[in-house]
């Protein structure tokens, strides 16, 4: 199970404080896709990164099977996050410099792990990426820049999917693959949390919850 526990946030700059979280908790159990909707600035990205193990909050608890992840030491903690998170990026950070094939790949060499090939043309098959694999993310259409995050997302088939936004630059066909594949990884007994503006997006999880600024 995932929990986020009473969660606050604020950003603090030099011509004053930004509020971005107010003490927010949900629990994400085994098998459960789970969304969060709210306005643009009402604080999703700021959770998912919080979540995700890389923007520690200012107060409040992540805990994922019991275990306080920002209480682990760094390496234990950027161990976790390698090994059990697959994080969709709102903004891809697609390496600009690996192609299609290699930035799925890349979790395979974090984990030293090259058996993943197989999974990884499969996703490539399943997100209608095939006839794409030796492109550069600049030289993809913003869609499959974003087709191409999910399958590194999910490559090595982690406990928990975060994604941001994942289906926000897609038409309704590959919106329904995309989300499909959510659905089908979900089920393998794991984790996802998804923050996103679209009903139809938000529909297909388990559970639902709106976020207002703060
Ligand atoms: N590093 C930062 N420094 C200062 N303010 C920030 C920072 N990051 C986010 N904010 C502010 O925190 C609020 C929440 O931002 P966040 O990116 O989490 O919103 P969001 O719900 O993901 O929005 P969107 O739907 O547009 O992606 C916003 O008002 C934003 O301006
Ligand atoms: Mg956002």
């Known amino acids: 199970m995932l929990e986020i526990k009473n969660v606050s946030k604020s950003f603090r700059r030099s011509d004053g404080t930004v509020k971005a979280l107010d003490g927010i908790s949900l629990e994400i159990k085994e098998g459960e896709f789970f969304a969060v909707q709210g306005k643009s600035g009402s604080g999703k990205t700021t959770l998912l990164l919080i979540a995700g193990t ?3 909050p200012d ?8 275990k306080k992840l920002y209480s682990l030491p760094l390496n234990e903690r950027t161990a976790f996050r390698a090994e059990k998170i697959g994080f969709v990026f709102q903004q891809f950070h697609l390496v600009p410099y690996l192609t299609v094939y290699e930035n799925i790949m890349l979790p395979s060499l974090v984990l030293k792990n090259t058996d993943l090939r197989k999974h990884a043309m499969e996703l490539v098959e399943n997100f209608g990426l095939a006839h794409r694999v030796t492109h550069l993310p600049s030289e993809l259409s913003i869609g499959e820049r974003q087709r191409t995050a999910m399958a590194r997302a999910m490559i090595h088939s982690p406990d928990i999917l975060l994604a941001d ?4 630059n897609l ?3 590959n919106a329904e693959i995309i989300l499909s594949a959510m659905r089908k990884f979900v089920a ?3 984790h996802i949390l998804m923050v996103t503006h679209s009903n139809e997006a938000a529909e297909k999880a388990d559970r639902a919850l709106h976020i207002r600024n703060v």
């Open 54 to 56: 890389i923007l520690a």
């Open 59 to 66: 107060s409040g608890e992540i805990l994922f099977n019991g």
């Open 165 to 168: 936004e994942p289906t926000g």
């Open 171 to 173: 038409d309704s066909e």
């Open 188 to 190: 393998l007994e794991k």
